[in-house]
């Protein structure tokens, strides 16, 4: 293939290290390995990776309620089961959607304390509670690892022991011609947009590759719970994972994908079917056009994939070794600052429930899914609907309703900073239902929002709610005109 030559000569070492000042980067023969593989995947793929007659709805006990997982008692020690475990957080994303620079784990959520801080809060209160040894382990990016490791010095006293390893670092490809952009190694100094993590897909064989996999497998770890770092309903289930652990050697589930009933918010949210006699994930970018509506139902597809996953690790190093991880590929289309239209490939981690024995769903509560993706998600995680204890968000008992309201920030607020600089003190939400706040619209000190509350400032109009305003089932206009609604 003309690509893969062109892009070989390119890198004619095994490592080729290049210094840049102030960074040294690395490239090595497993990302091109890696990618090589990828791209032959990619160039062989014709049509649609399902044939949707064959799709089918998962068998009932292929997918258990959470209740029924969480009726089983616990033993009086959990000691024994929380030391074969191993949280993975995955951090390879910026936090430039919101306006910030650097990894988005370093993002201030909740009293000053980053998506990092809570997590490693959680896993030494765990630790400390039970006397045992639960790791945590970042997957980082090439442009999270750098700022990522910086900060863990803060982190040297407490009682988690943390270790990295990196996603592979791929070029994206020039949507046209198939050709890499990176047209030098040289450019990931100077222009590091033309390489990208290739999804989280690629934490199978990054893991493996690291020799993480096997260092954490010789001290008797045995199971990984893995989670997006942002989301912070994502904390160590001491339920599911003594379902895991309890089961006899020769039907214990080898993967563990946790699902929550889908809302119309999570439309697009991948979700669980039967293929093929086995349990496979579904995502949007595989539905041929004409299903994505049905795709998109939430009476025929009830429920999502959080992507919280428990995965055995000597899984992992089975299907690694026989080259037997199957994910589907995704194709994420790009444009470059400069408006050239890329291609990158990517996996997706959930995807290889398939390739697993006795793999399992599991549908939690909403509650395990409270992912921050926007500002509007980040006022709710900071108002007084949670409460913080030892790193972990609980819904407030004093909320009557189970669900959270639904927010919706205009483009004023879109970046932190800006969000910021609008509240003197984010609004009691405990009775809210629904909040719509578009246009230049600022709040004032102990403000209280109840019931739907829509406030829009028309253009060149501006919005100040005066402190202890309490507004309740209203419309405020730009004219500040109040009404009932």
Known sequence: VCFLRCFYLLVPFNVVVLTYTPRVFQVSKKDFDGFKKLFHRFLQVKGPSVDWPKIHRPPEDSIQPYDKIAALPLP??????????????????????????????????????????????????????????????????????EDTKKILQKYTHHRVKIHTFNQS?????????????????????????????????????????????????????????????????????????????????????????????????????????????KLRLLEIAQVPKAHVDEFKSVTKFKIFNTNNLWISLGAIKRLQEQN??????????????????????????????????????????RSRFLPVKTVSDLLLVMSNLYSLEAGSLTMSQKREFPTTPHVKLGSSFTKVQEYQTRFESIPDMLELDHLTVSGDVTFGKQVSLKGTVIIIANHGDRIDIPAGTILENKIVSGNLRILDH
Request: charged letters at 20%.
């Open 169 to 277: 670092r791929y070029p994206r490809i020039n949507k046209e011609s198939l050709l890499p952009v990176a047209t030098d190694i040289g450019m990931m100094g100077e222009n590091a947009d033309v390489w990208y993590p290739p999804g989280h897909g690629d934490i199978y064989a990054s893991f493996y590759n690291s020799g993480l996999l096997d260092q954490l497998i010789t001290e008797g770890k045995e199971y990984i719970f893995v989670s997006n770092i942002d989301n912070l309903g994502a904390t160590v289930d001491l339920n599911i994972l003594h379902h895991l652990v309890s089961q006899p050697n020769g039907k214990r589930c080898e993967f563990i994908m946790e699902v929550t009933d889908k809302t119309r918010a999570d439309v697009k949210g991948g979700t669980l079917i039967q293929y093929d006699n």
């Open 76 to 145: 009086d020690s959990l000691a024994d089961s929380l030391n074969k475990l191993v949280v993975v957080k995955l951090n390879g994303g910026l936090g430039t959607s919101m306006g910030c620079k650097g990894p988005k784990s370093l993002i201030s959520v909740r009293n000053e304390n980053t998506f990092l801080d809570l997590t490693v809060q959680q896993i030494e209160h765990l630790n400390k509670k039970y006397n045992t040894d639960v790791p945590l382990v970042l997957m980082n990016s090439f442009n999270t690892d």
């Open 324 to 365: 037997a991880m199957d994910m589907e590929i995704i194709v994420n289309p790009k444009t470059l600052d400069g408006g050239q239209n890329v291609i990158q490939l990517e996996t997706a981690v959930g995807a290889a429930i398939k390739s697993f024995d006795n793999a399992l769903g599991i549908n939690v509560p």
